[in-house]
């Protein structure tokens, strides 16, 4: 908010006194603001240097482990249950029943 002089010698002694302490009024309120961006960005870079320590200590850590991912990958056995056509699946007692996909519209309990 520039102003300029000209504008100050048109005012009176009170219209003057008034503009001023709006102007302080403004530079304190900004002042204010740049302490407390100041502060948030202090805590910031701190939370940042943190976050790469661990991140540092993570990948040493990941580092000194031995054959991590070079061997044959393991076979897991899924078995799926047997079900019957006409059974209805208890999900949940919130949900209430669902219908195996592809079969009757018959319920039971």
């Known amino acids: ?10 005012m009176d002694k009170d219209q003057l006194l008034e503009a001023v302490i709006q102007l302080q009024q403004t530079l ?5 603001r740049v302490e407390k961006v100041k502060k948030e960005n202090s805590t910031l870079k701190d939370e940042n240097i943190l976050l790469k320590d661990y991140i540092d200590n993570l990948m040493a850590k990941i580092g000194n482990l031995s054959n991590v991912g070079s061997g044959a990958s393991s ?3 899924l078995t799926r249950p ?4 006409n059974k209805v699946q208890k999900v ?3 949900i209430a029943e669902l219908k195996l996909p592809g079969h009757g519209d018959h319920t039971s309990s």
Request: proline share 4%; hydrophobic share 35%.
């Open 1 to 10: 908010m520039e102003v300029s002089p000209a504008v100050f010698d048109k």
């Open 28 to 32: 304190s309120e900004l002042t204010n």
């Open 75 to 77: 076979k897991v056995a």
């Open 82 to 85: 047997k079900r019957d056509d």
């Open 92 to 94: 949940d007692a919130h």
